[in-house]
């Protein structure tokens, strides 16, 4: 083959050039083809004729113009309008080999320039001219920078949003993480209250999970209905505010409904969640407090009975503090009489049941004794039994008396007070004396007996009782009640187990044991040696009749064991009727008992003669000795004699 210096080259040479041809002819293929595909319009053309004889598929879309209807044409009929930019552009290409011009204009469709840039490129092909030109619409050029820029700025921002979103998964991570280890059950809703999440903690107290919850209303299905049971309306629902309203709710007792329709009872806040001014639902965190609620009201109503327990124990402990000190200590009923066995009888029978008593008798004949004897054998002797006396209590605090009062109730009433009944709450009451309750409180105290019920002064909160009653009296009071001076259907109340307690005239047989008795008592409680009770004394004492009965009884021998001389009894008993004159001269020595009774030497001696007569007769005429009248007279009986020798004749 001839190289460009005219010689032959060697076989390898030869070999070299085809090979350089054959990459001519694949370059001019690949060119062919870049020209054919680029994307900007291209045109070859003459720069001499003008006459186009290439346009790439760019460039037949920029005109518009099919193939064969370019391909032949000049470049100035294309260009018409522009032919001396044209040609100007066309001298410099071929000139420098290459130009640029943005001056080359085209019209759009619609009138307006179009911007563009030609560049051209001059090359040799065949010893032939040829220009090659590249069209760049400038607009579109521009677009794509900002495009560019746009698409610079886009690429950073997603970076920057990629690490807002990394941020921001961390967080949600740490807040699920919160949520889930959170002790307190949280929740939250959109504004149509419909279930957006639940935690752990909330899925645990509930019984539902989150999957069943969520996208669900919360209201109709844990908030439905109150403690009470009655419908909770989502009007009145304080989460439902929260949302609606746009405020934070406390609440610190609810009941939330768990899936198996049990309830927990709940505090909870309520807080709107705002997002740009607007509310968009609410977070609610709650938490269970059954069993603290369950644990204060225990409290609660531990401290209130301890309260009240407290109160009664201090009433009882005063009330028993006078007892004690006030009353025998030994509740024994003594006596042989037919009558002391009846009443030990009765009391047996009655004790046990809860029938309401009605001991009558004369005072001191041991009413209250029977009375605390029936308390003591029945059921409620492990409660007390309260014993007020109707005939202490002023008029006017009656009703406070039995029925307690609130602080404020009257002038005077400084603090709450529990009234006897209410103190007797379990045991029983004694009503001593009730024949002198007033008439007009006699309704409150029959309505109590009735049913039970009754209130404080000054309070109108009805409290019930179960208290036994006993009721003693010394007067008749069926008598009481036909006079109209005491209520008949209280009386019958009262009178349902009468019990009748004897004057102690009427059963002189239990005197002597009765003594015995009262000698003992006082003598341990002196600390002193018991004296023995002669038949003398017995003699002297159940010649007596006793008006003031066993207490009275109990108070001679009292007296008796304090002025004990030589271990000696002697009673200072008022002188009985028995033992006053017959003759009309002489005075009624009934009178000696009274204690201003004043007498002759007459009187005196007659006294002393009718005196020594019944010792004597007492002592069955027996001077000296045990028993005998002098021993009986507390004097020697060689006195006795010469006071009987003094005397005379003794029914003289
Ligand atoms: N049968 C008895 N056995 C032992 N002691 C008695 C007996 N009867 C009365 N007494 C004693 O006599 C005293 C008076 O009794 P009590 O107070 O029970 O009488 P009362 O009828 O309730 O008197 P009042 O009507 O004045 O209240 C008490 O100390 C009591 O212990």
Same mark, same amino acid.
Request: charged share 30%; aromatic share 8%.
């Given at each position: 083959?001839?190289?460009?210096?005219?010689?032959?080259?060697?076989?390898?040479?030869?070999?070299?050039?085809?090979?350089?041809?054959?990459?001519?002819?694949?370059?001019?293929?690949?060119?062919?083809?870049?020209?054919?595909?680029?994307?900007?319009?291209?045109?070859?053309?003459?720069?001499?004729?003008?006459?186009?004889?290439?346009?790439?598929?760019?460039?037949?879309?920029?005109?518009?113009?099919?193939?064969?209807?370019?391909?032949?044409?000049?470049?100035?009929?294309?260009?018409?309008?522009?032919?001396?930019?044209?040609?100007?552009?066309?001298?410099?290409?071929?000139?420098? /080999?290459?130009?640029?011009?943005?001056?080359? *204009?085209?019209?759009? #469709?619609?009138?307006?320039? &179009?911007?563009?840039?030609? !560049? $051209?490129?001059?090359?040799?092909?065949?010893?032939?001219?040829?220009?090659?030109?590249?069209?760049?619409?400038?607009?579109?050029?521009?677009?794509?920078?900002?495009?560019?820029?746009?698409?610079?700025?886009?690429?950073?921002?997603?970076?920057?949003?990629?690490?807002?979103?990394?941020?921001?998964?961390?967080?949600?991570?740490?807040?699920?993480?919160?949520?889930?280890?959170?002790?307190?059950?949280?929740? /939250?809703?959109?504004?149509?209250?419909?279930? *957006?999440?639940?935690? #752990?903690?909330?899925?645990? &107290?509930?019984?539902?999970? !989150? $999957?069943?919850?969520?996208?669900?209303?919360?209201?109709?299905?844990?908030?439905?209905?109150?403690?009470?049971?009655?419908?909770?309306?989502?009007?009145?629902?304080?989460?439902?505010?929260?949302?609606?309203?746009?405020?934070?709710?406390?609440v610190d007792d609810e009941v939330f409904w768990r899936k198996n329709n049990t309830s927990i009872r709940v505090e909870y806040t309520s807080t709107p969640i705002v997002d740009e001014g607007s509310v968009v639902g609410a977070v609610?965190?709650?938490?269970?407090i059954t069993q603290r609620k369950r644990d204060e009201e225990q409290l609660k109503a531990a401290l209130e009975e301890n309260a009240r327990l407290r109160e009664r124990l201090e009433m009882e402990n005063a009330y028993l503090q006078?007892?004690?000190?006030?009353?025998?200590?030994?509740?024994?009923?003594?006596?042989?009489?037919?009558?002391?066995?009846?009443?030990?009888?009765?009391?047996?029978?009655?004790?046990?049941?809860?029938?309401?008593?009605?001991?009558?008798?004369?005072?001191?004949?041991?009413?209250?004794?029977?009375?605390?004897?029936?308390?003591?054998?029945?059921?409620?002797?492990?409660?007390?039994?309260?014993?007020?006396?109707?005939?202490?209590?002023?008029?006017?605090?009656?009703?406070?008396?039995?029925?307690?009062?609130?602080?404020?109730?009257?002038?005077?009433?400084?603090?709450?007070?529990?009234?006897?009944?209410?103190?007797?709450?379990?045991?029983?009451?004694?009503?001593?004396?009730?024949?002198?309750?007033?008439?007009?409180?006699?309704?409150?105290?029959?309505?109590?007996?009735?049913?039970?019920?009754?209130?404080?002064?000054?309070?109108?909160?009805?409290?019930?009782?179960?208290?036994?009653?006993?009721?003693?009296?010394n007067r008749d009071l069926k008598k009481e009640a036909s006079a109209k001076r005491f209520r008949e259907d209280l009386f019958f109340r009262l009178n349902v187990f009468p019990i009748e307690c004897l004057a102690l005239r009427d059963?002189?047989?239990?005197?002597?044991?009765?003594?015995?008795?009262?000698?003992?008592?006082?003598?341990?409680?002196?600390?002193?040696?018991?004296?023995?009770?002669?038949?003398?004394?017995?003699?002297?004492?159940?010649?007596?009749?006793?008006?003031?009965?066993?207490?009275?009884?109990?108070?001679?021998?009292?007296?008796?064991?304090?002025?004990?001389?030589?271990?000696?009894?002697?009673?200072?008993?008022?002188?009985?009727?028995?033992?006053?004159?017959?003759?009309?001269?002489?005075?009624?020595?009934?009178?000696?008992?009274?204690?201003?009774?004043?007498?002759?030497?007459?009187?005196?001696?007659?006294?002393?003669?009718?005196?020594?007569?019944?010792?004597?007769?007492?002592?069955?005429?027996?001077?000296?000795?045990?028993?005998?009248?002098?021993?009986?007279?507390?004097?020697?009986?060689?006195?006795?004699?010469?006071?009987?020798?003094?005397?005379?004749?003794?029914?003289?």
């Amino acid at each position: 083959m001839e190289s460009d210096t005219g010689q032959v080259g060697t076989a390898d040479e030869l070999n070299g050039s085809q090979l350089l041809e054959d990459e001519w002819f694949l370059a001019s293929a690949i060119l062919r083809q870049a020209f054919d595909k680029q994307p900007e319009p291209g045109i070859i053309f003459d720069p001499h004729s003008g006459v186009i004889f290439r346009a790439n598929k760019a460039a037949l879309d920029f005109f518009k113009i099919a193939e064969n209807d370019i391909v032949g044409r000049t470049i100035g009929q294309i260009y018409s309008d522009e032919k001396g930019h044209l040609h100007v552009f066309t001298e410099e290409a071929l000139y420098r /080999g290459y130009a640029w011009t943005r001056d080359i *204009t085209l019209q759009r #469709p619609d009138g307006k320039p &179009m911007h563009l840039e030609h !560049a $051209a490129v001059a090359v040799t092909w065949q010893g032939k001219a040829r220009m090659v030109v590249t069209i760049t619409d400038l607009h579109k050029f521009e677009r794509r920078s900002v495009d560019d820029e746009a698409n610079t700025y886009h690429r950073n921002g997603l970076e920057e949003w990629r690490k807002a979103e990394k941020y921001f998964r961390e967080i949600e991570r740490e807040n699920r993480l919160i949520l889930a280890a959170a002790g307190e059950g949280i929740y /939250g809703v959109n504004a149509d209250g419909v279930t *957006t999440f639940l935690n #752990p903690a909330a899925e645990m &107290m509930l019984g539902y999970s !989150a $999957a069943e919850l969520v996208g669900r209303d919360m209201h109709s299905i844990i908030h439905h209905h109150k403690a009470d049971g009655s419908l909770y309306d989502e009007t009145e629902c304080p989460i439902y505010n929260a949302f609606r309203k746009g405020t934070l709710h406390t609440v610190d007792d609810e009941v939330f409904w768990r899936k198996n329709n049990t309830s927990i009872r709940v505090e909870y806040t309520s807080t709107p969640i705002v997002d740009e001014g607007s509310v968009v639902g609410a977070v609610i965190v709650f938490r269970e407090i059954t069993q603290r609620k369950r644990d204060e009201e225990q409290l609660k109503a531990a401290l209130e009975e301890n309260a009240r327990l407290r109160e009664r124990l201090e009433m009882e402990n005063a009330y028993l503090q006078e007892e004690i000190r006030s009353h025998i200590n030994h509740y024994n009923i003594l006596g042989n009489s037919q009558a002391i066995e009846n009443v030990l009888k009765q009391i047996e029978l009655v004790a046990p049941t809860d029938a309401n008593v009605l001991i009558t008798g004369e005072s001191g004949t041991g009413k209250e004794l029977v009375a605390r004897a029936i308390h003591q054998a029945s059921e409620r002797r492990d409660r007390p039994l309260i014993r007020v006396n109707c005939a202490a209590v002023p008029r006017e605090l009656f009703e406070s008396e039995f029925f307690g009062h609130v602080k404020g109730a009257f002038t005077g009433a400084l603090r709450d007070r529990i009234g006897r009944f209410e103190l007797a709450n379990g045991g029983t009451i004694f009503l001593d004396e009730v024949g002198e309750i007033p008439l007009d409180l006699q309704s409150k105290l029959l309505r109590v007996l009735q049913d039970q019920h009754f209130e404080r002064v000054g309070e109108e909160k009805t409290r019930e009782v179960d208290v036994r009653i006993i009721a003693a009296t010394n007067r008749d009071l069926k008598k009481e009640a036909s006079a109209k001076r005491f209520r008949e259907d209280l009386f019958f109340r009262l009178n349902v187990f009468p019990i009748e307690c004897l004057a102690l005239r009427d059963r002189p047989s239990d005197i002597p044991i009765l003594a015995d008795h009262f000698l003992e008592t006082v003598c341990s409680r002196l600390n002193i040696k018991k004296p023995t009770l002669t038949k003398a004394n017995i003699k002297v004492l159940s010649a007596y009749d006793w008006p003031g009965n066993a207490r009275e009884l109990q108070n001679v021998i009292e007296r008796s064991a304090i002025l004990l001389r030589e271990e000696k009894l002697s009673f200072n008993l008022p002188v009985p009727e028995e033992l006053s004159f017959d003759a009309p001269d002489e005075i009624c020595l009934k009178d000696v008992g009274k204690q201003n009774a004043i007498l002759t030497a007459a009187e005196l001696a007659a006294l002393e003669k009718k005196n020594i007569k019944r010792a004597l007769e007492a002592a069955g005429g027996r001077v000296s000795g045990k028993d005998g009248a002098a021993e009986m007279l507390q004097m020697k009986a060689t006195t006795l004699y010469s006071r009987l020798k003094k005397i005379g004749d003794l029914n003289g």
